[in-house]
């Protein structure tokens, strides 16, 4: 193979990477309208969402409910995630930096977890420790963090709506 093609392929490759996860999902996702489900966060969740981030609480917690629905009484989709609420859209993120939709579930998915848990004292006792309210947890307890920061990351759950 001459050296010509094994670069010319080599760009073609690279050039295709990027039209199809750079270029295409920004035209897609771009110019969607306002949505009223966006994450806002207050400037106490922000403090917590940075503690979300240092703490690494997503190794273990994703935050995107894969696609799904029910057509004719069936769900369609990844029926895995029909229990976790609605499905993530990229609107949700529009005001998240960095990201933290995660890749691997340990822990249940937070993206909707400030609906089903909005009590602020069950989200310190919990971080706390976790054994105290979650039977056999394998969660590893925060109580390290300062009152402020528990309050802070209680905050930025319940903000996940
Ligand atoms: C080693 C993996 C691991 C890490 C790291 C971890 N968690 Fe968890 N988490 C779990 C597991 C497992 C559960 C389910 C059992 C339970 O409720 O404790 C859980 C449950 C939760 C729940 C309750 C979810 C629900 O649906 O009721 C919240 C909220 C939560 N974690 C927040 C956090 C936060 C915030 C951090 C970082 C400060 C964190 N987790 C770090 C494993 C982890």
């Not at 039209?19 to 295409?24: K, M």
């Not at 110019?31 to 106490?44: G, I, M, N, Q």
């Amino acid at each position: 193979m001459t050296p010509r093609l094994l670069i010319g392929g080599a760009l073609g490759l690279f050039g295709l990477a990027v039209f199809f996860t750079v270029a295409l999902p920004y035209v897609q996702t771009n110019d969607l309208p306002a949505w009223e489900h966006t994450y806002r966060y207050s400037e106490k969740a922000l403090r917590g969402r940075a503690i979300y981030v240092r703490e690494g609480c997503w190794y273990c917690h994703t935050q995107q409910v894969r696609p799904w629905k029910v057509v004719d009484g069936r769900i369609e989709g990844v029926a895995a995630d029909a229990d976790l609420g609605r499905p993530s859209d990229p609107r949700d993120f529009a005001n998240d930096r960095p990201h933290v939709l995660g890749t691997e579930r340990t822990g249940p998915d937070l993206a909707h977890v400030g609906s089903r848990q909005s009590s602020k004292e069950w989200h310190i006792k919990h971080l706390k420790d976790p054994r105290e309210v979650s039977d056999g947890s394998i969660m590893p307890s925060f109580a390290y963090l300062s009152d402020e920061e528990l309050d802070d990351l209680a905050d930025y759950l319940m903000a996940l709506e």
